[in-house]
């Protein structure tokens, strides 16, 4: 009889490798009388494998994305220029009004809307106000600006919208004559090629003066319309027997009308999930801040455990500085892979493709399961007499057949706590090697997969022993 007793520390020769190669000094050998047993007497080792890595080809998938691109064409029109945002309901004045007295105007803007007011005879005091409510759509004749007497006056418009009309109404008060009086209201565009004034239309308003007070409408429509185009409105007669005054300014835009959209060719994108320890909360996070440009938000059901993908875009709608509804359409692309659909709880509903539905979501088959080592499998080169049976699922296509297995032992402990085996049960295999120079010891997880444990002590032990005579 005979003990041959091996203490090997893995980080020595094969750190790096799913295996460890013990290289005799000397040979075992025998005769026709022995025979060789071998044992696993113990080992231990620190569990630094993560449930989640490149190794176990179970962190990383694809983003099937695709985009609708829309177009347009301006075509429509819409009520644009109003007292919202510069007066109140009470015909107070919102905004701040900026006065100018060497230049005699008074400006108010609201957003992306400018009107200035130049009047050469009474804009002289920079403490007073000079607007009123006349962009109500009901005219009133308690708000009212002068356009014309002794001298003439204009309103100019500057906006980054595109102006398509105007609609106007113009007053007089105090004027009763034997025969009418003819007024040409210009609507006037700044050449910015010039530097002048081009006049765009012309509309003459005819005030019958059988009456003190006159109101009469005058719509306009602009020219090849543009953003930040500059208009005024003004008087274009030389003299007028009364103070002509404006009573209402209001303005229609040019709106874009946007088509149906085309979808375009779809674009794969990778989702990389770090190596490391999860457990659901952090697996949950970390695909919420990788998923956050598509919109796309998991859960865990406590009571199930299931993943959802829930998909949180929101109805696009077209803008002319936004033509791209970029998550369209978001699928998931889930490798086949054993371990991945493992963890992701993805049973029958597995397929290439796996839609997450606008303003709904998708939920796996099962529970989530995290546990990618719940069995640590050592297996060896030597040549069992009664060979170990198996029936060891495939977790990934690294998979390996297994050979003669020593122990497989439970690893589903804490992270970077130690595994710890010890033989009390005196478990030895009858090998039929009669000359070994090297032995192999392999390492697998339950699902067939080498892994690479980084570290680990282990205790081997071979028996020669006689055969048994009659």
């Not at 099962?366 to 049976?389: C, D, P, V």
């Amino acid at each position: 009889m005979g003990v041959y007793d091996f203490y090997i520390d893995k980080r020595k020769n094969n750190k790096k490798d799913e295996y460890i190669d013990l290289i005799l000094d000397y040979p075992i050998e025998i005769d026709e009388g022995e025979y060789l047993k071998v044992k696993l007497v113990d080992f231990k080792f620190l569990n630094n494998l993560y449930n989640i890595s490149s190794t176990l080809m179970n962190n990383a998938f694809n983003i099937r994305r695709y985009s609708k691109t829309y177009t347009y064409v301006y075509g429509g029109s819409e009520l644009y220029l109003t007292d919202t945002g510069f007066f109140d309901d009470q015909n107070a004045l919102l905004v701040n009004e900026v006065i100018d007295i060497t230049t005699h105007q008074s400006s108010i803007t609201y957003d992306n809307t400018t009107l200035t007011y130049y009047n050469t005879a009474d804009i002289t005091d920079d403490t007073a106000s000079y607007w009123v409510n006349i962009l109500n759509a009901t005219p009133d004749v308690g708000r009212k600006m002068k356009l014309h007497d002794t001298y003439i006056y204009f309103i100019e418009i500057t906006s980054d919208e595109r102006i398509i009309s105007f609609d106007c109404v113009f007053y007089k008060d105090t004027h009763v004559g034997a025969s009418t009086t003819a007024v040409d209201i210009v609507l006037q565009k700044y050449n910015t090629s010039t530097t002048t004034w081009d006049i765009v239309q012309t509309n003459t308003i005819t005030f019958q003066n059988s009456v003190p007070q006159e109101q009469i409408s005058s719509a306009f429509t602009t020219t090849t319309p543009e953003p930040n185009d500059k208009y005024r409105i003004t008087s274009n007669t030389a003299s007028i027997p009364f103070t002509l005054y404006i009573l209402k300014l209001q303005a229609d835009k040019q709106i874009p009308i946007y088509d149906a959209g085309t979808i375009d060719t779809p674009v794969i994108h990778s989702i990389t999930i770090p190596d490391g320890f999860y457990k659901a909360s952090t697996y949950k996070n970390t695909l919420n801040d990788l998923l956050t440009s598509y919109k796309i938000t998991t859960s865990i059901d406590t009571l199930t455990n299931k993943i959802k993908f829930a998909n949180d875009n929101i109805t696009f709608v077209p803008t002319i500085d936004d033509l791209v509804d970029d998550n369209y359409q978001i699928d998931l692309v889930i490798p086949n892979i054993p371990n991945m659909l493992e963890n992701l709880g993805i049973t029958t509903s597995y397929q290439e493709y796996i839609n997450v539905p606008f303003n709904s979501y998708y939920e796996s088959d099962t529970h989530i399961n995290l546990i990618n080592l719940s069995k640590m499998i050592i297996t060896t080169n030597l040549n069992f007499q009664n060979k170990t049976h198996n029936e060891i699922i495939k977790g990934n296509e690294i998979h390996r057949g297994l050979g003669n297995i020593l122990c497989w032992i439970d690893t589903d402990i804490a992270p970077f706590s130690c595994v710890k085996y010890n033989n009390w049960d005196d478990l030895c295999y009858k090998i039929v090697n009669k000359h070994i120079t090297s032995i192999r010891l392999n390492f697998y997880s339950e699902k067939s997969q080498p892994i690479y444990i980084d570290n680990g002590l282990f205790h081997l032990q071979i028996k020669k022993l006689q055969k048994k005579t009659l």
